[in-house]
């Protein structure tokens, strides 16, 4: 079963108090395209979709968002939707995405800028490499031949082991802590 593209529907408040109407179709709040329209109104409140995103997605008019806030089934499934996104960590993750996509731009600003000091813009190329997913120069060279060799007199041990290098974790930055 495929999930309804909420892009092509247009929504509005029926008499049901736990349904929406959906071209002209009462769909309850439980039904697939009701919970996406409830994540949707969710996000809204977390300020991650403005409203006029949720106007022009569903194509509501201004008397159907007003309706919408009088539908309170709507909004305690909102709201529970809400309080889930939070515990699961979701909201913020997805919070942190939005904000991150504007970084980019803020570290090109730093990087550009001969005001700031060099240290700060060498730090801001380490960042955008990283965003950008390229790899450092040291994670190009080959590994290095580790070997351990333990004398118990009468019984010797060796160990030889070749290790790679390491991929850098987003918050490394290349300083050895």
Wanted: hydrophobic letters at 35%; a negative charge; aromatic letters at 4%.
């Amino acid at each position: 079963m495929s999930t309804p593209d909420p892009s092509d529907v247009t929504v509005a408040v029926t008499t049901k108090a736990d349904s929406i109407r959906l071209r002209g179709v009462a769909v309850t709040l439980k039904t697939d395209l009701g919970q996406i329209f409830i994540a949707d109104c969710a996000r809204n409140t977390e300020g991650l979709i403005s409203d006029s995103e949720i106007k022009t997605k569903y194509e509501l008019s201004e008397a159907d968002w007003e309706q919408l806030a009088s539908n309170a089934p709507l909004l305690r499934a909102v709201r529970a939707e809400r309080e889930r996104r939070i515990a699961d960590g979701v909201a913020a993750k997805e919070g942190a995405r939005r904000h991150f996509a504007k970084a980019p731009n803020v570290l090109s600003e730093i990087l550009t800028n001969k005001q700031v000091p060099p240290r700060h813009r060498i730090e801001a190329a380490r960042e955008l490499r990283q965003a950008a997913g390229d790899v450092s120069d040291a994670a190009l060279q080959p590994g290095e031949k580790f070997t351990i060799n333990i004398d118990l007199g009468t019984t010797k041990l060796h160990f030889e082991e070749t290790i790679g290098p390491r991929k850098p974790s987003l918050a490394d930055d290349g300083e050895v802590p």
